[in-house]
Structure formats: structure tokens, C-alpha cells
């Protein structure tokens, strides 16, 4: 057995002998000597520090991780550590991660240039991070995808951006692309629930409905909580319903019961037009209070449904405070503004016009908390509440601060873009 001093010698020769192969780009071989010099001394975090390193030049991110962790465990003061956890967090897309990561290097070497080096990563990828979650909650696919392949350069082992990636794909109808990154991220974690659902979505999308189901039950034997799928099961169930209902009422077409059943699924599904024509015709068979009720509910629901959604124009949530909408439209007004379109082909220049314009209408409204409520409730506004309507002016300023029953569109559930 080798005295301390020895195998302290003997492992110091390893690491030497691996940063060599290191250099050399000859990481299996680097990894094998760094392997031998950690069971040699495996209280050294800078064996663990060399290893994590080697880990991260063939993508292994994980065993990197768990060597940069051992690392900073046996020394909290080890910056290189702390930096290789850095980048494996940034590589897998674990924001919070890369965050606790850096503001431990923050405290222990601030003027370092690696330092700034891995803030421009965090900052960069957490750029591409909020923009694809704008791009996406308004149904941008196109902008989402340029987002999730920029945080990709960062992440590149983040199989969350991948398949939010293939799902806007799908949305674009480019179902091979789609399904390929699907399944490339299946052949890493063949029980990634989303990834199998963007399968479904592809096969769905084609009219391959059984298959597209056989997709959806497997993924809620997978996640029995995964709102996305739990969705589009209650979706197919209301569809189920109304078909069910509709036998029903050939039988006996004044089968109030059915009727309601019916219209009720219709709502469920936003069927507003359908479901007035059937709660009409309920109401025609019993002129109760509730039934009228109902009625007239879809009918408001229909009309909300018809106007403009000044939410999805903006972008925002429809609990979003007058903060995030001031904020969103801002980025919105200056994205459309004419300006930034001078050199555009005039079709190009008329849309942005009327998007600019539909921009700073939603504002008028949502930023109003009389108007919003009136919005909210379904009410008409005035012409003269409307902005630029005869009321107040709502002037725009170059000053900024910077067919399916499945809406898989805007699909439910929503995907993170935070990754674990």
C-alpha cells in the first residue's frame, strides 16, 4: 500500500499526465489518467475540477456536472469549479442553476474574465428564453424557432428546447422536422412525455387520429398530471359527447337532457356558434330562467369570440397587470413601428402599418381599467372609446424603452422554458 505522500506523488504525475492528453484533445485517454489520480487522492477537488472538464469536452454535461459539484464540495472557494458548473447548467438550460453558479464566482474572483464570459452566455440565453416564450404565447411559431435555435447554440444539451422546437415546427406544418427532433430527443429518454406528445400532434395533424391517441394515453401512463395531454383527453372526450349526444336526439329529438349535454361540450370546446343553436332550441322546449341563462352566456361568449383579442395582439396574458402591458407594448410598438420597415416592400409595409395600429388599439383598451372591464365582460366600446375614435387621442411615439376541435395552437398546458 502506498504511503500518503506517495500516492499524493503517484497522483499528481496522473493529473500531469492527463492534462497532457488534455491538450492534446485526447480526452478518453485525459479522462482515464484524471480517474486514476481522484482514487489516488479523492480529496482533491482540482482532480475533480480536471475530470469535469475532460466531461465537458465530450458533452457529457452530466457526469461533468456531478464532478464540478464534487469539486466546489470539497473546496466552496474552487472558481473553476463553480465555472464548470456554470456551464453545464448553461448546456442543459438550468437557468436558476447557472444563476446560483455565477453569483458564487461573483463573490469569489468578480474581475475575472471567464466570469464575464459565462454572463454573456446566461444573459444571452435568457434572452432567447423570454423572447421564444413571447413568440410562443402569441402563437409566433416562426419567431419561437429562431429563439429555441439561438438558445440552442448555448444549451445545446437541453432536449427542452429541442422539443419546443419540433412542437412549433408542427404548428408550421413541417411535420418530418418536427417529428425527427422528436425522436432524437426519444432515443436520449425514451419516456420524454412531451416529445412522445409532439409525435402525437404530427400524426394528429395528418389525420392519423388512432395513432395520434395510442401517442396521447402513452403519454398520460407516463405523466398522469401532464396538462397538455390531460387537455386534448377531455377534448376528445367532449367530442365523444356531442357525437353521442347527436345519436341520441335522432332517437329523440326532444330529449332536453342530450340537448344540453351537447351544448354544453360545444362550450367546453369554444363551438360557440353551435352551441347557441343548441341551447336556442332548448330554450324553445323550456323557457326556464337557467336555460336562458345559458343561452344568453353563449351568446356573449360567441361575440367575445368574434372581435379582436387584443391579449393575444399584445401578447400577454388576460391577467396581466397594466405593468406587463405597458411592457409588452412597448416591444410590440416598436417591433411593427414603420420606421424600422422604410426599406420594405409596400404589401410589407401596409401589414406592419396595420399590426402597428392594432398594437396601439389593444393598448388603448387594456391600458383603460374601464374600457378592459368593458372588454372583459364582452360589452361594445364607443367609437369614442376607442383609441383615435373621436375621444382621446392615443398618439404613437417612436420613444420606447426599449377546422380541428383541438387548439393545438395555442396548445394547453404551455411549455417551460426553464429547463430542470
Known sequence: MLTRCAAELMAEMRKE???????????????AHYTEAIEL????????????????MQGQFTKALEDANKSVTLDPKFVKGWLRIVKCCLAQGDMKG???????VKELEPAGAALQTEMTNYNDLKMCCEKGEKAYSSGDYRMAVFCMDRAMTIASSCSRFK?????????????QDSQELANEVLAFDK????????????????????????????????AP???????????NKLEESIVNCSEALKLDPNYLKALLRKAKSHMDLAQFEEAVQ???KAFKMDKSR?????????????????RKDYYKILGVDKNASTEDIKKAYRKRALVHHPDRHAHASEGEKKEQEKKFKEVGEAYGVLSDPQKRAKYDNGQSLSFDEFPGGGGESFMFSTNFDGGSYFPFGSFPGGFSFQCS
Open 278 to 280: 343548441d341551447y336556442e
Open 163 to 175: 422539443v419546443i422546437k419540433a412542437e412549433c415546427l408542427a404548428h408550421l406544418g413541417n411535420y
Open 98 to 104: 447557472a444563476e446560483n453558479a455565477l453569483n458564487k
Open 191 to 222: 419516456q420524454n412525455a412531451d416529445a412522445i406528445l409532439v409525435r402525437g400532434m404530427c400524426l394528429y395533424y395528418q389525420d392519423n387520429v388512432d395513432k395520434a391517441f395510442t401517442h396521447f394515453q402513452h403519454v398520460l401512463k407516463l
Open 290 to 306: 337557467d336555460i336562458r341563462k345559458l343561452l344568453n352566456d353563449a351568446k356573449l361568449e360567441l361575440k367575445k369570440s368574434q
Open 17 to 31: 499526465q492527463g492534462n497532457t492528453q488534455f491538450k492534446l484533445k485526447q480526452y478518453v485517454k485525459a479522462l
Open 225 to 235: 398530471d401532464h396538462p397538455k395531454a390531460l387537455e386534448i383527453y377531455k377534448m
Open 41 to 56: 487522492c479523492p480529496a482533491n477537488a482540482s482532480y475533480y475540477g480536471n475530470r469535469a472538464a475532460c466531461y465537458l
